[in-house]
C-alpha cells in the first residue's frame, strides 16, 4: 500500500472527526442524512467501522454486526462520548495497519475476497459521506478536499452496481454536494 493511500485514509478521519468535534452535546440524539439513523447512529456505524478494520488487521474474529450497514443502532458502540470512542477506536486501528497486515485478504459481501488494503480505500469513502450526513443533518460546514472527493467518486464508480450512478452527470461547479447527494443517495 502507498504512503500516499495511508495519508489519504488519515485526511478522510481528520475531517470526520472535526466533523464530530463539531456535534453540540445535545444534538447526538438528533437524525442524521442516514435514514432511521440518528448523528449518535452514524458516529458508532464509523467507530464499527474502526473496530472491524482493527480486527481483520490482527486477523481476529469479530462477531459484532451491531454497527454494520443497515444495523438498527449502532449509537449503542458510541456510549456517552462518541467523540472520545471515536478517537479511541482511531487510535487502536492505526496501530494496527501494518504493511503486513493490508496484505491480509478478506471476505465482504457485496465485494468478495479483497485485500484489506483495498478497504482502506472504501473507509475513505465512509469516513467522507458520513461527515456528509452528520453536518448536513444538523446544519454544519464542512468543507472536504477536492482531492479526497475525486478519489471517493473514482472508488464508488468503480464499486458501483447501480448503472445510474455510473451514468450520472456530474456537475463540475458543484463536485462536493454532488458526491455526496448522489453517490451515497439514502
Not at 59 to 83: I, K, M
Amino acid at each position: 500500500m502507498s504512503a500516499d493511500t495511508m495519508t489519504t485514509y488519515q485526511r478522510s478521519q481528520d475531517h470526520f472527526d472535526a466533523v464530530m468535534a463539531a456535534v453540540p452535546a445535545d444534538r447526538w440524539d438528533a437524525p442524521s442524512a442516514c435514514a432511521l439513523w440518528t448523528i449518535r447512529d452514524v458516529a458508532g456505524h464509523v467507530i464499527w467501522g474502526q473496530d472491524q478494520m482493527r480486527h481483520w488487521a490482527t486477523a481476529e474474529d469479530y462477531p459484532h454486526p451491531e454497527g454494520a450497514p443497515g444495523a438498527p443502532h449502532p449509537g449503542d458502540l458510541a456510549r456517552d462520548d462518541p467523540v472520545a470512542t471515536w478517537r479511541t477506536a482511531r487510535a487502536a486501528c492505526s496501530g494496527t495497519l501494518t504493511d503486513d497486515a493490508l496484505t491480509r485478504t478478506v471476505t465482504i459481501i457485496g465485494l468478495g475476497e479483497t485485500p484489506l488494503a483495498s478497504i482502506v480505500t472504501l473507509l475513505v469513502t465512509d469516513h467522507l459521506a458520513h461527515a456528509w450526513d452528520i453536518s448536513h443533518a444538523l446544519g454544519l460546514a464542512v468543507d472536504i478536499d477536492a482531492d479526497l472527493i475525486a478519489g471517493s467518486l473514482a472508488w464508488a464508480w468503480a464499486q458501483a452496481r447501480e448503472p445510474a450512478i455510473r451514468s450520472a452527470s456530474m456537475s463540475t461547479a458543484r463536485p462536493r454536494a454532488w458526491l455526496m447527494s448522489q453517490a451515497w443517495a439514502r
